[in-house]
């Protein structure tokens, strides 16, 4: 196998891979067009809109709090149990 007959391979792999993300790509953005449309015509859009809106923003809350709540550190903890056993006259 040649140089350019093993790049020319490549080169088909690539094409083919990227049509079939593109493929991939299509129809899911119609099956989600077809979901959304499916959730407008409900009765209840604006419920579950609101319901939406309030999970969204839970789970915000969450995200937010798991990577900005810092943990107290490790010395705090420890003076914190001294401080109690000091007080418990466990010297």
Do not use: C, K, N
Request: aromatic share 2%; glycine share 10%.
């Amino acid at each position: 196998m040649t140089r350019e007959t093993g790049r020319r391979g490549l080169d088909e792999q690539a094409v083919l891979l990227a049509a079939g993300l593109a493929d991939l790509a299509v129809s899911t953005l119609g099956t989600a067009l077809g979901t959304v449309r499916g959730l407008l015509r409900r009765s209840d859009a604006g419920a579950l809109a609101a319901d939406a809106e309030h999970d969204l923003t839970a789970r915000g809350r969450l995200v937010l709090d798991r990577y900005t709540t810092v943990p107290p550190a490790q010395l705090e903890i420890l003076a914190r149990h001294a401080l109690v056993r000091r007080a418990a006259g466990d010297d």
